[in-house]
C-alpha cells in the first residue's frame, strides 16, 4: 500500500514538471510571436511615415488637347505643394487647371507612391463669336488664344446671349443648304433678331426675322436659275467680272438679287483648305418674281 502511493507521488511530481516545461514553452513561443508583431509593426510605421513624407515625382498628362498644351497644364499648377504624396489635393489641381481658356473639363487622380496623373478635355470651337470669342459644341461663349486654330470656322455675330440660338439656326440651315454642295461663312443675327448669312461662294442671302427654313428652299430651288442668269448676263455683256453680290428673300413671293463687279480679290478669313478668297464689289441689283 505504501509503496503504490510513493509510485503515484512519483507520477504526479512527473506531470507537474511537463506541465511547467510546456507552460514554459508557450509563454516563449507567445513572446516571441508578440515581439515579432510589435517588431514589424514598427518597421511597417516607420515606412509608411516615410512614405507619406515623399513628393510626387511624376506627373502624367494625356486627354484630348488638340489646343492646350503639357506646359500650360504645369504652369497652372506650379503653386500647388507637391512635396508630400498624401497630401496634395486633387480638387486643387483639378481647379487651377480648369482656369485655363482651352480647358472644358479635367480629371485628376493620385497613383501610389509618387504619380499624380490628369486627363484633360479641350473646348471644341464651333465658330468665331462677334469677333473677339468662340462657341464650343454647347453653345458656351469662351475667349481663348485663337492664333491656336489651325482650320475653319465660320463666323457669327449677335446680341449677347443669342450665342446658343444663333448655333441651332446655323446647324439647320447649313445642313439644308449642303445638299446644293454650299455652306454658311458668316451668320449675322440683327437686335432685332433679323437673319443674314454670307455663303462660302460669297453670296449674302437676306432671310428676314421669320420663316427662314422656308425662304433657305426658296433659295435653292431658284439659285440654279440666278447662276444661269449671271452666265447669260456674262456672256451677253463680255464682263467676266460679274458675280451675285445679294439675294434678298424678305418676301412673301419672289425674290431681289444683287449684283456686283468684282474689283478686288482679298483675304477675309482662315477659309476651308485656307484658299477661299471673300470678293469686294459695287452692289446691282435684279428683282425675281
Known sequence: M?????????????????????????LLFFIVVLFSLITISWWL??????????????????????????????????????????????NEVQSYVLTLPWVYSVAVRKQWPNKLKIYVVDQKPVAFWNGNFL???????????MSRINHYLPSFFGPEGSELLALENYRDLNGLLEFKALSIDELVLSERFSWQLTLDDGVTLNL????????????????PIIKAQLKAKIIAEKQQNQAVDYIDLRYDTGLAVGWKTVDKISQNKLLKNNDNNHLKAVPQMSTIS
Open 2 to 26: 505504501v509503496k503504490k502511493q510513493q509510485v503515484d507521488s512519483k507520477k504526479t511530481r512527473q506531470l507537474g514538471q511537463g506541465t511547467a516545461l510546456y507552460f514554459g514553452l508557450g
Open 45 to 90: 510605421t516607420q515606412h509608411f511615415i516615410g512614405q507619406e513624407s515623399a513628393p510626387v515625382t511624376s506627373i502624367v498628362i494625356s486627354g484630348e488637347m488638340p489646343y492646350s498644351q503639357r506646359n500650360d497644364i504645369l504652369n497652372a499648377i506650379e503653386q500647388v505643394d507637391m512635396g508630400n504624396f498624401f497630401q496634395v489635393d486633387v
Open 135 to 145: 462657341i464650343n459644341q454647347l453653345g458656351h461663349v469662351f475667349q481663348a488664344e
Open 208 to 223: 428676314g426675322r421669320e420663316e427662314r427654313v422656308e425662304r433657305i428652299q426658296r433659295f435653292m430651288d431658284v439659285y
